[in-house]
């Protein structure tokens, strides 16, 4: 009879995040705690939370442990996200196999990584001639010594 009830008690633990890893890049710590919440109104001995983070193009799993604080119910744990992209991450209470799933969330590449700018659609190859743009001036200016010569043109038959 102890079996359910332990099992009942276990359904009814929570784990809420401080914060949520907003406007990071590779490498950058993110450090919320973890706050375990018992319906009950008894936490379970031996818990081991923490947070699990998953790269949605790679599948790449890491598993980073909480360490406990003087506050049985808290724990904090830093966390890296080791390379830009997509990047799920959920808490778990370290007793019931449980995640508790949060929003995916887009690690920044670094502002000054050329490998990670997007080519232009359309570029001239190394060594070749800018022929259109100099074609649009030949274009352009052809089309201003036609004006003046018109301009020209009329004040002569208008006297």
Do not use: C
């Not at 319906?39 to 193009?57: M, S, V, W």
């Not at 003087?70 to 992209?85: E, I, Q």
């Not at 209470?93 to 359309?122: H, M, Q, S």
């Amino acid at each position: 009879m102890r079996r359910p009830f332990l099992a009942f008690a276990l359904a009814l633990l929570a784990v809420e995040l401080s914060s949520t890893p907003g406007a990071l890049g590779p490498g950058d710590p993110w450090t919320p705690s973890l706050t375990l919440i018992d319906e009950g109104g008894q936490l379970p001995a031996n818990l081991k939370p923490g947070i699990r983070i998953t790269n949605l193009e790679t599948g790449r799993t890491v598993d980073y442990p909480a360490t406990p604080t003087d506050n049985p119910a808290a724990y904090t744990v830093r966390v890296v996200f080791p390379t830009p992209g997509q990047w799920d991450y959920a808490a778990y209470d370290g007793v019931t196999d449980r995640l508790y799933e949060f929003p995916a969330t887009t690690i920044l590449a670094p502002k000054g990584n050329v490998a990670a700018t997007p080519k232009a659609a359309a570029t001239a190859e190394e060594g070749s001639f800018p022929l259109w743009p100099l074609l649009g001036g030949l274009g352009g200016a052809g089309l201003l010594a036609l004006g003046a010569l018109a301009a020209i043109r009329s004040r002569k038959f208008a006297h």
